[in-house]
């Protein structure tokens, strides 16, 4: 939807608090299949999470023009 955007933290720190404290619950996380990663590659992380904001608007009927 028009409101909606992906914002992505830097590898080593992550995004700042005070983005955590705005975004609150509509922040997302993508599940590793080990809980001991800290966390994962940026570009990784961003295909993913793009990979499946398509798949989901593809999936409403959403057109992207």
């Known amino acids: 939807a028009d409101?909606?955007?992906l914002v992505f933290g830097n590898e080593s720190?992550?995004?700042p608090a005070w983005l955590?404290?705005?975004l609150?619950?509509?922040r997302v996380t993508i599940p590793h299949a080990n809980d001991t990663l800290?966390?994962?590659n940026l570009s990784t992380?961003?295909?993913v999470a793009c990979y499946e904001a398509v798949r989901q608007l593809t999936h409403a009927g959403v057109s992207r023009a």
């Open 45 to 47: 992380a961003a295909g």
């Open 38 to 40: 800290r966390s994962l």
């Open 13 to 15: 720190s992550g995004a």
């Open 24 to 26: 609150g619950a509509w």
């Open 20 to 22: 955590h404290e705005e």
């Open 3 to 5: 409101e909606d955007g």
